[in-house]
């Protein structure tokens, strides 16, 4: 194969095949066909490569959920759970577009979620890289202008003036420790399953961040098991299917625990109304589900909930940020301003 260097196949090219998949099955072309339409508007060689891959195993008789099954790091669990049950209930077109849905909806809201958090953390990257050209290049020719004059600094000079000369004695430790810091990190927390867990269990518990990524794994848990309950896959099998896929070790293990109890007999609502990181309506809303047979439809109105009062809470939180952010970037510049216009202007006046 001709694989890219990344191999890598975005939400967003996912969600654009599903849908352009799901028009063409609609319209009546058979699936090889629909798939090799598919490999001429896909312009990442890796994807391409994989849809030739799955049209080549349909070719000899491999069913469709098989042949996306060989490549689990384009199709996740819940996708290929779907097409199995489509393939089993003979509901091909209907499920494949309401996947497609699905597919475009957790794209935009996951998207919505982490635009209201990359916002920030955008700004803090630029100020750092601003204060690290002030400190290696703009103070350093200050302090030779300040030495000459042979003057009592104020201390937001003198404060300046010790933290440049700091990084530009131990600057490269500082570095050294940083990328040592983050290899770590990012090893402990993508790798280990300590990790994994202390990292879930962070973004569910630090305030702000905690509502939207709570009201994510919410939409994400509603949805999926919405989508794969009226896809006609078993509730247990559905629930293991949405732990596997929901994106938070935490709330992964939950939903085992739901899964064996599920298999005792318990009822989903009893083992979820216990776990602290469920909000409680989700609990009561399972409940009713259950007790009126329409768990798809309720879980759906669940789904909808959530993903209303979340973005809700990211237009709420990014008007607050930006006040917030120029607050803080105008502190600094004043801080700065000060410690260099002030002695500055103490030296002219001595000169004049």
């Given at each position: 194969?001709?694989?890219?260097?990344?191999?890598?196949?975005s939400?967003?090219?996912?969600?654009?095949?599903?849908?352009?998949?799901?028009?063409?099955?609609?319209?009546?072309?058979p699936?090889v066909?629909?798939?090799?339409?598919l490999?001429?508007?896909?312009?990442?060689?890796?994807?391409?490569a994989v849809?030739?891959?799955?049209?080549?195993?349909?070719?000899?008789?491999?069913?469709?959920?098989?042949?996306?099954?060989?490549?689990?790091?384009?199709?996740?669990?819940?996708?290929i759970?779907s097409?199995?049950?489509?393939?089993s209930?003979?509901k091909?077109?209907?499920i494949?577009?309401?996947?497609a849905?699905?597919?475009?909806?957790?794209?935009?809201f996951?998207s919505s979620?982490k635009?209201?958090?990359?916002?920030?953390?955008?700004?803090?990257?630029?100020i750092?890289?601003?204060?690290?050209?002030?400190?290696?290049v703009?103070?350093p020719?200050?302090?030779?202008i300040?030495?000459?004059a042979?003057?009592v600094l104020?201390?937001a000079t003198?404060?300046l003036?010790?933290?440049?000369?700091?990084f530009?004695?131990?600057?490269?430790?500082v570095?050294?420790v940083?990328?040592?810091a983050v290899i770590?990190?990012r090893?402990?927390?993508?790798?280990s399953?300590?990790?994994k867990?202390?990292?879930g269990?962070?973004?569910?518990?630090i305030?702000?961040?905690?509502?939207?990524?709570?009201?994510?794994y919410?939409?994400?848990?509603?949805?999926?098991?919405?989508?794969?309950v009226?896809?006609?896959v078993?509730?247990i099998?559905?629930?293991?299917t949405?732990g596997?896929?929901?994106?938070?070790?935490?709330?992964e293990?939950?939903?085992?625990n739901?899964s064996s109890q599920?298999?005792?007999?318990?009822?989903?609502?009893?083992?979820?109304?216990?776990?602290p990181?469920?909000p409680?309506?989700?609990?009561?809303?399972v409940?009713?589900g259950?007790q009126t047979?329409?768990l798809d439809?309720?879980?759906?109105?669940?789904e909808e909930?959530?993903?209303?009062?979340?973005?809700?809470?990211?237009?709420?939180?990014?008007?607050?940020?930006?006040?917030i952010?120029?607050?803080?970037?105008g502190l600094?510049v004043?801080t700065?301003v000060?410690?260099?216009?002030v002695?500055?202007?103490?030296?002219?006046?001595?000169?004049?």
């Open positions: 194969m001709n694989l890219t260097f990344l191999n890598r196949v939400v967003r090219e996912r969600a654009l095949f599903t849908r352009s998949l799901s028009a063409m099955v609609s319209a009546g072309l699936l066909q629909s798939l090799t339409l490999t001429k508007e896909t312009s990442n060689t890796y994807f391409v849809i030739k891959d799955i049209i080549a195993a349909l070719e000899q008789g491999e069913t469709f959920s098989l042949a996306l099954s060989k490549h689990p790091k384009v199709f996740n669990k819940v996708y759970s097409i199995k049950a489509a393939e209930s003979g091909f077109e209907e494949i577009k309401n996947l849905e699905q597919e475009s909806k957790e794209y935009k996951s979620v635009a209201a958090i990359a916002y920030p953390v955008f700004i803090i990257i630029v750092i890289i601003a204060a690290i050209v002030l400190m290696i703009v103070v020719k200050l302090v030779i300040f030495s000459d042979n003057m104020p201390w003198r404060a003036i010790g933290t440049a000369g700091f530009l004695n131990y600057g490269w430790i570095l050294v940083l990328i040592f770590w990190a090893y402990f927390f993508t790798q399953t300590a990790g867990m202390f990292y269990r962070v973004l569910i518990s305030p702000v961040i905690r509502d939207l990524f709570t009201g994510l919410m939409v994400r848990f509603s949805g999926t098991l919405s989508m794969l009226k896809a006609g078993s509730i099998g559905a629930i293991e949405v596997d896929v929901i994106g938070n070790p935490v709330y293990a939950i939903l085992k739901v599920l298999e005792r007999g318990v009822p989903m609502s009893v083992p979820l109304s216990k776990a990181e469920f409680a309506v989700v609990s009561q809303m409940a009713i259950e047979g329409k439809e309720v879980m759906a109105s669940l909930l959530y993903e209303d009062e979340t973005n809700k809470k990211i237009t709420l939180i990014t008007s607050l940020l930006e006040p952010l120029l607050v803080i970037v600094g004043g700065v000060f410690a260099i216009i002695p500055i202007y103490q030296i002219s006046s001595s000169i004049q």
